[in-house]
């Protein structure tokens, strides 16, 4: 069964850091492509970054509002997703979910099919 | 950016009534177009993906449908565990996602 649960959430003052965990189980997420989605409270869903499968180069790709702040990356070894969060801001506040996309015969397909249940981010002074 | 525009954004409506939910996209997206289901709390669920094709486990009275820039999802005979906020995503462009429909019971 497929599972990814997310960590690493809190309180932190604008311009601080904080690094996200999503321990993944099921499958392995190497050969996957994982992305960080959040949602601001009461408002919808924006994506946040990406990592490409392995076979694929393990590129990385953000959405412009986190680009220079926000690393995605990867530790095969433990089967684990990381988004480490640096110079946060106030508007970076939400719950942050770590998805696995939808992956068929024809490779990637782009939509997230797996979500883990979500680490809630608050910046704030 | 590709935005995406959903309509109505709240519907209310009773069990077993049949609706259609709407999408439109500022630009084609051919058929790379998704819907989710969001229940309080909860994580999105994955419903349909390119614009028609119901994702592993959904029930078949959801159905998605469209091309270009105009996407609907119907969901027939509703069931009190539909009543959820419903968001649509394309992938044509990296990924953004519409604002929302909320659904709540009459």
């Known amino acids: 069964e497929v599972q990814l649960v997310d960590s690493g959430g809190g309180l932190v003052e604008p311009g601080g850091s904080l690094r996200l965990s999503c321990a993944a189980s099921?499958?392995?997420?190497?050969?996957?492509?994982m992305t960080w989605v959040r949602q601001a409270p009461g408002r919808g869903l924006e994506w946040v970054a990406r990592?490409?499968?392995?076979?694929?180069?393990?590129?990385?790709d953000y959405a412009a509002p986190v680009k220079g702040r926000f690393i995605i990356s990867r530790d095969d070894s433990q089967n684990t997703l990381y988004l480490q969060m640096d110079s946060l801001k106030a508007e970076d506040t939400g719950v942050y979910y770590c998805?696995?996309?939808?992956?068929?015969?024809?490779?990637?397909?782009?939509?997230?099919?797996?979500w883990g249940q979500g680490s809630l981010v608050t910046v704030s002074s | 950016e590709i935005v995406l525009t959903q309509s109505p954004a709240t519907l209310s409506l009773s069990p077993g009534e049949r609706v259609t939910l709407s999408c439109r996209a500022s630009?084609?997206?051919?058929?790379?177009l998704g819907w989710y289901q969001q229940k309080p709390g909860q994580a999105p669920r994955l419903l349909i993906y390119?614009?028609?094709n119901r994702a592993a486990g959904i029930p078949t009275r959801f159905s998605g449908s469209g091309s270009g820039t105009d996407f609907t999802l119907t969901i027939s005979n509703l069931e009190p565990e539909d009543f959820a906020v419903y968001y649509c995503?394309?992938?044509?462009?990296?990924?953004?996602f519409g604002q929302g429909t909320k659904l709540e019971i009459k």
């Open positions: 099921g499958f392995s997420s190497t050969n996957a492509y």
């Open positions: 998805t696995r996309e939808l992956s068929d015969s024809s490779g990637p397909r782009h939509y997230f099919q797996y």
């Open positions: 390119d614009a028609s």
């Open positions: 995503q394309q992938r044509g462009y990296w990924y953004t």
């Open positions: 990592i490409k499968s392995k076979s694929d180069g393990a590129t990385t």
């Open positions: 630009q084609s997206l051919t058929n790379f």
